[in-house]
Every structure is written in structure tokens, then in C-alpha cells.
């Protein structure tokens, strides 16, 4: 049994991999922003926290409260992610700019820096960061930003692996496509038309990839680790077989 903080964990994916780890006998502390959020992961049976990934202050209490419930913290996840309206960089209010390099890039290192520092005072234990569109090079026109942050997030994963203190170790999660608010979020109805048959190929609900990754966060937990759900071979197999496999990932089960 492992003991592991996930932020971002009240809602999506990150919820989904918490309650499939729990699942799994695993002690699972998650953080959000909004209380009810919070409360509602709570009833359903994951220990949260309310937390801002961008105050490093608030991470380190959330990295407290794991530690003293649990001993000790195994795997750390940064999962707290946001996107943004579809529009060109350069016409993106500052606002949401700032907000979206906030959560996506400086929450990432905030939770690196409190779980990095953690594991080396307790004698190891992983952290994952999270890719999403950007990190593997591709560019996506009115996701500039977003991009900007997880290709950001990659480079700074690789980093740290080479200078992490002997016992930790850091790696890279990679979801896919998966059907939560931040997939759709910004689209028009003609843009969600015109992606409609890709997203249909590639996106899965999140009660599909979590036990996926939840089975690997701790088995694969290695220095410089990558896991991906959406392998390019898997890609090309569902492109190729997409005549004769009806998929509905934004139809519920």
C-alpha cells in the first residue's frame, strides 16, 4: 500500500484516479480550490484538502497533512491543470494568460519543489507531472498558451530527473484525450462539429484511462518514467480501424 497526493484531484481525471487507487488499498490525500468540490470528494470517500497548487505555502500544509496521516508520502501527482479560450496568443486577455501559466507551470514546480523536497527528508518516493497537448511538439492554433505551459512542464520534468536527490524520482504521465471539462472547453459549436469524428477516435471517459494509469502510478514509479495511455501505435490502430469500431466517449456508459 502506497500513500499518495494528488492536486487537482476533485474533479475529472484526477478525481477518477484517486477513487480508482483507493480502489486499489492505496491511502489517497487531493487537493482543489472550491470547497464543495472538496466536501463532495470527501462523501465520496477520498480524503481532500482545499488547496491552491499557486501558493507554495498552501502545498507544503497539504504535504504536511499527508505526511502526518500517513507516515510518509510515496507518490506525488500534479494533476491540477487549466485551459483557456480558443483564441490566438496575442489576443488572450491577460487575465487568463496569467492564470493558465500560473496553475500549469508554476503549480507544477510549486508541487515538485514541496514533494522533491519532502522525499529527500524522508528517504525517497515519486513524483509524476502531467503532459498534455504541447509536450510531444505538436501545435494547435487558439492553444497557444496552453501548449506553451505543458511543452514548459516536459522540459522541466527532464530537468529534474537529472537533479533529484538520490531516492526520488520524477517522471511524466501522459492521459490521452480524456473526456472531462478541460478536453472541451473554449470550443464553438462549429469547432466541436469539425473535431467531432477525431475526438470520437482518440478521447476515452475518465472511468477508462484511470484504473489504467492508477495501476501504473506506483509500478512505474522510476526516474525519468513516461506512461503513456495513447501510444502512437494505438492511435494509428484506431484510425485504421475506425470504419468498424463504433466509439462514444461523450456518451455515458
Not at 478521447?203 to 502510478?217: I, K
Amino acid at each position: 500500500m502506497s500513500s499518495i497526493v494528488i492536486t487537482g484531484g476533485t474533479r475529472g481525471l484526477g478525481l477518477g484516479l484517486a477513487r480508482a487507487l483507493v480502489e486499489r488499498g492505496h491511502q489517497v490525500m487531493v487537493c482543489g480550490t472550491d470547497p464543495g468540490r472538496v466536501r463532495a470528494a470527501e462523501v465520496a470517500g477520498v480524503s481532500a484538502r482545499v488547496a491552491d497548487v499557486t501558493d507554495r505555502g498552501q502545498l507544503q500544509e497539504l504535504w504536511d497533512s499527508a505526511a502526518g496521516a500517513y507516515g510518509r508520502v510515496d507518490v506525488w501527482i500534479n494533476n491540477a491543470g487549466v485551459s483557456h479560450a480558443r483564441e490566438p496568443a496575442w489576443r488572450l486577455p491577460a487575465d487568463q494568460a496569467r492564470h493558465v501559466l500560473d496553475v500549469n507551470l508554476a503549480g507544477v514546480l510549486n508541487g515538485c519543489a514541496v514533494a522533491i523536497g519532502g522525499m529527500a527528508a524522508q528517504g525517497g518516493g515519486h513524483v509524476w507531472n502531467l503532459e498534455g497537448l504541447g509536450t510531444d511538439g505538436r501545435v494547435v492554433p487558439g492553444l497557444g498558451v496552453y501548449g506553451a505551459t505543458k511543452r514548459a512542464v516536459g522540459y522541466l520534468t527532464g530537468a529534474l530527473a537529472k537533479e533529484v536527490p538520490g531516492g526520488v524520482s520524477v517522471g511524466l504521465l501522459s492521459p490521452g484525450m480524456v473526456v472531462t471539462d478541460l478536453l472541451t472547453h473554449g470550443y464553438s459549436q462549429e469547432e466541436r462539429r469539425r473535431s467531432a469524428r477525431v475526438l470520437s477516435i482518440l478521447a476515452d471517459r475518465v472511468e477508462t484511462v484511470a484504473p489504467w494509469l492508477a495501476d501504473r502510478v506506483v509500478s512505474r514509479a522510476r526516474n525519468g518514467a513516461r506512461v503513456r495511455w495513447l501510444t502512437p501505435g494505438k492511435i494509428a490502430w484506431r484510425f485504421a480501424t475506425a470504419r468498424f469500431v463504433r466509439r462514444a466517449p461523450f456518451t455515458a456508459p
